[in-house]
């Protein structure tokens, strides 16, 4: 049962929901202007680990047939059988069911929306089909997470959420460009849609460059807007050297660090931000 749990959790990278999470709650610091509720923050973290467990594995099942053929991917578990269809199915509706109760627990407003949140995460899985702005399409999936922490706390809209999901809508976007040019091939010859695929890898690095501008942008002008501290400045600081960091560890030419460029730095990026804000807030 444990193998088969371990199993389960490495085919949709649990651990890449430290991507989401801490922009979630850094949405949560700022709608409390400091430490949110203990009950809104664990129903925050139900929710958040609902939904994106949904998504994946939701994403495993339907990309079955592409992971099937290309090399990088062949090995996940529903590929090789180790993870059998009926067993991602039951994990995907579970994660459904439990991210709608941890919705309901938050406040109306949060339940009403969660099924518009749900439908964005899970519509990405078909972006690649038809379009190559599919990599701003995963932005906006994830970019839900701090207006979602903000709605989980004050239970209404506010313009400075949707500036930081604005900004991680183009982080995300930005390092999800780098991280397809693993499959420019595979989805050039497939007739799948991204932007290393449309317009190359040198210029899929350009657009990545120019959307992880954006991003910077965006997150500079919300500590200008929350009239946040030093600290959130700092963390902004040590992201900018994250964002560069990355250019200097890959290039167009040579792919072979990524994942430290993808999971490591990018990782790294949400943490220090979320620091940063929580800090600026509660010092």
């Known amino acids: 049962m444990w193998r088969k749990i371990r199993i389960l959790l490495e085919m949709i990278k649990f651990e890449h929901t430290i991507f989401a999470l801490?922009?979630?709650?850094?949405?949560a610091f700022l709608a409390a202007r400091g430490w949110p509720p203990l009950r809104e923050a664990l129903l925050i973290l139900g929710a958040m680990v609902g939904a994106r467990t949904a998504a994946m594995t939701f994403n495993r099942i339907v990309d079955l047939p592409f992971d099937a053929e290309n090399p990088r991917t062949r090995n996940?578990?529903?590929?090789?059988?180790?993870?059998?269809?009926?067993?991602?199915w039951l994990m995907f509706i579970i994660s459904v069911v439990f991210f709608f109760l941890c919705a309901k627990g938050l406040n109306p407003?949060?339940?009403?929306?969660?099924?518009?949140?749900?439908l964005v995460t899970l519509a990405y899985s078909y972006t690649k089909r038809f379009t190559?702005?599919?990599?701003?399409?995963?932005g906006l999936a994830i970019g839900l997470a701090p207006l979602a922490g903000w709605v989980a706390i004050q239970g209404s809209f506010d313009r400075l959420p949707v500036f930081l999901s604005l900004g991680v809508v183009f982080w995300v976007a930005g390092f999800d460009i780098l991280?397809?040019?693993?499959?420019?091939?595979?989805?050039?010859?497939?007739?799948?849609?991204?932007?290393?695929?449309?317009?190359?890898?040198?210029?899929?690095?350009?657009?990545?460059?120019?959307?992880?501008?954006?991003?910077?942008?965006?997150?500079?002008?919300?500590?200008?807007?929350?009239?946040?501290?030093?600290?959130?400045?700092?963390?902004?600081?040590?992201?900018?050297?994250?964002?560069?960091?990355?250019r200097v560890v890959i290039s167009p030419d040579d792919l072979s660090r990524l994942d430290l460029s993808f999971f490591t730095f990018n990782g790294a990026i949400s943490v220090v931000l979320f620091l940063g804000t929580a800090f600026a807030l509660c010092f």
């Open 109 to 118: 407003l949060a339940f009403k929306l969660s099924p518009i949140a749900l």
């Open 22 to 27: 801490p922009f979630a709650y850094t949405g």
């Open 179 to 246: 991280y397809a040019c693993l499959d420019e091939e595979y989805d050039r010859r497939r007739g799948l849609y991204s932007i290393p695929a449309k317009f190359g890898r040198r210029r899929a690095f350009a657009i990545s460059a120019f959307f992880h501008t954006l991003a910077f942008l965006l997150f500079l002008f919300v500590g200008i807007l929350a009239k946040l501290s030093w600290f959130y400045y700092l963390g902004l600081l040590i992201t900018l050297i994250l964002f560069v960091a990355q």
């Open 76 to 88: 996940r578990p529903l590929v090789t059988g180790e993870v059998k269809l009926r067993d991602a």
């Open 132 to 138: 190559w702005l599919c990599h701003v399409f995963l």
